[in-house]
């Protein structure tokens, strides 16, 4: 059995998948994994320094007891580090964050988008490199997006982060398509639009990475993110730490060194193509935010401010679907979400959603879905 000390975050999404990596590999060749909850800014902790174990990874900033251990001849992969050799390859696994920029350049282009933007951290060199990805492929479309980083980390002021991100939200052009460096920024800037008035997605398309669903699950608009794959990354590096542990040089590893994203999750913040149309925009905002089971399509219009033939030709010519399909489509799906995620009753159901009767409700989704509400809430729950 080999015992591996594993000094690596637990508060965030990365953190955790990096443990969950490297404890899928040593599952497979008989680790024992020492580690414990820590913060991001956290010291390795005391114990490192007397243990007697076969190999470290660590992602601390103070790795006095790691370094220690490695002038004594311990295999120690520190993750903070950005080694490259003479060839300019990698010496550490990490994750392609040039990929992950490419990956939302193609995403929002794929929905129709014409202008685009990017906010992240100007001292982070993750944030940048998903920043050079971002713009690459989209300088390969000629496009050029906006961009804006936050403050150096000294002078980082709760002020200064949200009063800049706000103000540079509050210029874009509508619509406009927002990739965040991760979730949390991106988590942010749907909290600055809505306070702003700015709706999402339908003014503003806004993508994080991580797939961290602190973020992505509490946000008001639920976020897409792209997932950079990072249980794999930390599969990888406990299989170079292996390699290390049976006394192979680090140039020498001939493995996986930078780890493609492994997919983009849409949820509500990107799911709209790019509409141009602002009664459109307006429409579809109004579709989202009201109690769709009080709508018609005489409001929607006279609250778009035209009349009821135009806003049926615009909405037609901008989505395929008339007004009339897409409220139908927004009521069943609101219906949805609540026999998925709830225990209410149709009667609840109903009121929540302005029904003024259950039995309306459930005719409109059998023949919407060819099942009743009770037959999908079972489907859903297996």
Not at 308 to 334: I, M, W, Y
Not at 346 to 365: K, M, P, Q, V
Request: proline share 5%.
């Amino acid at each position: 059995m080999r015992h591996v000390a594993v000094i690596i975050e637990t508060s965030t999404q990365y953190g955790r998948n990096l443990i969950r990596g490297i404890a899928r590999f040593g599952r497979l060749h008989d680790w024992q994994l020492h580690f414990e909850y820590r913060g991001k800014t956290a010291a390795e902790p005391d114990w490192l320094a007397d243990f007697k174990g076969d190999g470290v990874i660590t992602t601390s900033p103070d790795q006095r007891h790691s370094r220690a251990l490695r002038e004594q001849g311990m295999p120690v992969i520190d993750l903070q580090s950005t080694l490259v050799d003479p060839a300019g390859e990698h010496l550490i696994v990490d994750s392609d964050h040039r990929a992950v920029g490419r990956m939302a350049a193609e995403h929002f282009i794929e929905k129709g988008h014409r202008h685009f933007a990017f906010l992240g951290y100007n001292d982070q060199s993750v944030s940048r490199e998903r920043e050079i990805g971002f713009t690459e492929a989209l300088a390969a479309r000629r496009h050029r997006p906006l961009l804006h980083h936050t403050p150096e980390r000294k002078a980082r002021t709760f002020e200064a982060l949200h009063r800049g991100d706000e103000a540079f939200i509050a210029s874009l052009p509508k619509p406009c398509a927002l990739f965040c460096c991760w979730d949390e920024v991106a988590f942010r800037a749907v909290q600055s639009a809505l306070e702003q008035g700015i709706a999402v997605p339908e003014d503003l398309a806004v993508l994080g990475v991580d797939n961290d669903p602190v973020f992505s699950g509490t946000s008001r608009i639920p976020l897409s993110s792209i997932d950079p794959d990072i249980i794999r990354m930390g599969f990888l590096t406990a299989s170079w730490l292996a390699e290390l542990m049976e006394g192979k040089p680090l140039p020498k590893i001939k493995l996986e060194r930078l780890v493609p994203p492994k997919g983009l999750i849409v949820r509500q913040s990107t799911a709209l193509d790019a509409i141009e149309d602002p009664v459109v925009r307006r429409f579809l905002e109004l579709l989202r935010q009201q109690r769709p089971g009080l709508l018609s399509i005489e409001e929607l219009a006279r609250d778009c401010h035209v009349s009821r033939r135009l806003l049926e030709q615009r909405v037609k010519a901008a989505t395929g679907k008339t007004p009339r399909q897409l409220l139908s489509q927004t009521l069943v799906e609101a219906i949805q979400r609540f026999l998925s995620q709830t225990d209410y009753t149709l009667a609840h159901i109903a009121e929540l959603l302005g029904f003024e009767h259950a039995e309306r409700l459930s005719h409109l989704f059998r023949r919407q879905t060819g099942m009743t509400p009770g037959e999908y809430r079972r489907s859903a729950a297996t």
